[in-house]
């Protein structure tokens, strides 16, 4: 079988192809970045910017993606909305329960991509390109540590 992404017929299509800087040879879009665990060598590509699978898919995402600290996260933040807005009885409470529910859909549209990265940069990923490095330090996901040895 013939590997779908092998550029078989060589027409110059797919840049990303022979890239060194492209560790899976993969054609991925300019709005994704890699990050890469150079301890254990796991390679993970996704969006910088918002992610409209959360604003759709909710809890589903971070399950799907096996980023299970930020289930808990978004899954506590529910859960805890959930019930101060279904305290009270009656049609303005329900409207009140259903505004905030679309409402959270937005937030974690807004910012679930910028956790989850966040999160893989605090378990040791770092950009494995300079593309990646620099589309994430352009959308404020990254920050290049600081090198305490310098005076």
């Known amino acids: ?8 017929n060589n027409d110059d299509n797919n840049n990303n192809q022979n890239d060194p800087n492209n560790p899976m040879g993969l054609p991925i879009p300019p709005n994704f970045a ?31 993606r096996s980023d299970w600290y930020n289930l808990l996260c978004m899954a506590g933040v529910e859960i805890i909305a959930g019930m101060a807005l279904s305290l009270g009885m009656g049609e303005p409470f329900q409207i009140a329960y259903s505004l905030g529910s679309y409402g959270l859909g937005i937030v974690w549209m807004l910012i679930y991509n910028m956790m989850y990265f966040k999160h893989l940069f605090n378990i040791g990923f770092v950009p494995a390109d300079e593309r990646s490095k620099e589309l994430l330090a352009n959308a404020n996901y990254w920050k290049e540590p600081k090198d305490n040895n310098q005076e």
Not at 1 to 6: D, E, H, L, V
Not at 34 to 62: C, D, Y
């Open 34 to 64: 890699t990050v890469v665990n150079k301890a254990n060598g796991q390679i993970r590509i996704a969006k910088v910017g918002p992610s409209f699978t959360a604003l759709f898919f909710n809890l589903w995402v971070p399950i799907f």
């Open 1 to 8: 079988m013939q590997n779908p992404f092998g550029n078989g």
